[in-house]
C-alpha cells in the first residue's frame, strides 16, 4: 500500500456570529493536576469507512463546527507567566490532510498492526498542533480516516465525547452533550490529606535510580524484534473465562468483571511467554481508572479534559503461574477498587502540594521500548470510538489503534463484529510471540 498526500492545512473553528472576544487575547487554560499527571504525547486511532462516504469538505466543515465547541483541540500547549503548562485557546487549527492510496481497502485489508498503519495518520513526532486528520481516499471509494490528539488535553473518553460531536456536526445536527470545560473544580482540601503514597506510582523523581538504583531487567531490544500481535477473543471464550476467574469466590461476592477475567488471563499467559517462571521478581499491570464514577459528588460525563489515575496490582512471578487464574483476577479487582473517592482526592492535595516543591516528574511516559516484566493496559471498551458517525450509511465497520510497538503495551477494544467479543492488541518480542499464540486461547495455563 502506498499512500500519497495530496493536501494539507490547518483547519480552524467555525462560530455561529462573532468569534469569541478572547481569540487574540492571550486566553488560555491552566492544565489540572490529572492534565499534567497524563502521557505527554499523542495517541492515535484508525477508522474505515465504506462507501458512500461524505466528500472530504463536508467531513473537514464538521469538524470546524466541532472545534467551536472544543475550542482547545484548536490551540497549542504553552505556559503561562509562572512557567506552569496551560492551553493557548489561540485558534491555531487542527492539522488537516488529505490523501491517496493506490489499492483498494479490501486489498489492504485486513488492517493488521504493522508499520503500514503509521502511513494513515499524520506523524506523532514533533507535532505542534493537538489534533491532526488525515483523510485517505483508496480507489474504491473506501475512507481510512487518521485521528491523533494529545494525551495532555484529554483522555480517551473526552476525545470520544469529541468524536461523537464531529459525527454529530457533518449531520447538521446540534452537538449534545455539550462539554465541561471547567478544570479548575479540582480544588486541594485545606488543610491537606495525603492518605497515599503517590511517589512512584503517579509521580517519581527525575531519576528513578534514586528508588531503584538495581533495576531486574537491563533489556535494550531493536525495535524490529517487537511485534504488535491482535488476538480474538470470543464472547463464549470470555463467559468461559469469567466463570473459571470467578470460581472461587465465597460469600455470594459478585463474579469478576470480563475485564478483569481478561487482564488476569493476559497476566498470566505472556509472563509465562517471556519465559519468566520461577522468578522471584514481582510484575505488575498499569490499569487505567476513570475518576468521573468515582469522585464524590460525581463529575459529569461531559467533563472535557483528563480524569484517569491508575491501578498497579503486583505479584511475584512465581505466585502468579503457581495460583489459579483467581488468583490474579482478585489481586487486579482488589486493586482497581482502591483507587476510589479517597484516593483521587489524596492525589490532589498531592500533586497541589507535594510535586512542584519536590521537583517529581509523572511516571506515565511512552518513550519506553518495553515494560518487561511489566504491563500497560489501555482499555478502550467503555468508550464509544465506534459512534463517529458522519451521516446516512457512513459508519465506521473498523476502529483500531495506530502501530504502537511498546514491549508489553496491551489495546483492549470491543470487536466490530458486535457480538460481545473483545479484541486485544498486544506488543511482544518476537521470540516470545508464538508461545504466547499457544497459550493464550488456553483456560488451562
Known sequence: MKVRKVSSKFVKPLFEGDPPSSLNSGYCIPLSVFDKAAFNNHMAGIYAYRPPIPPNATIE?????????????????????SGDPVILLNDAGVYFVEASADCTLHQAMPLSPSPALL?????????????????????????ALGFTAHHLVADGHSASNFLVAWGQACRGLEISPRPMHNRAIFVPRDPPLIQFEHRGVEYMHKNPNQVNPHPPFEITPAADDILVHKAHFTSEFLVKLKATAS?????????????????????????????LKGLETVTKIRISVDGRSRLRPRIPNEYFGNLVLWAFPSAKVKDLLDEPLAFAARIIHQAIAEVNDSYFKSFIDFANYRVKEEGL???????????????????????????????????????????????GLIFLLPSFIGDGSIDAFISLFQDNLDAFKRLCYSLDI
Open 119 to 143: 502511513s494513515l495518520h499524520p506523524s506523532l513526532k514533533g507535532a505542534e498542533a493537538l489534533v491532526q486528520v488525515q483523510l485517505t481516499r483508496f480507489t474504491c471509494g473506501s475512507l
Open 247 to 275: 470460581s472461587e469466590n465465597a460469600d455470594n461476592r459478585p463474579p469478576y468483571s470480563t475485564f478483569e477475567s481478561l487482564i488476569a488471563h493476559l497476566w498470566r499467559a505472556i509472563t509465562r511467554a517471556r519465559g
Open 361 to 407: 516528574v509523572q511516571t506515565a511516559e511512552m518513550e519506553k521500548s518495553f515494560h518487561c516484566p511489566n504491563l500497560e493496559v489501555d482499555s478502550w471498551l467503555r468508550i464509544p470510538f465506534h459512534k463517529l458517525d458522519f451521516g446516512g450509511s457512513c459508519i465506521p465497520y473498523i476502529f483500531m489503534p495506530s502501530y504502537f510497538p511498546i514491549e
Open 61 to 81: 466543515l464538521g469538524l470546524r463546527k466541532a472545534l467551536s465547541e472544543y475550542r482547545e483541540w484548536a490551540g497549542r500547549l504553552g505556559e503561562d507567566e
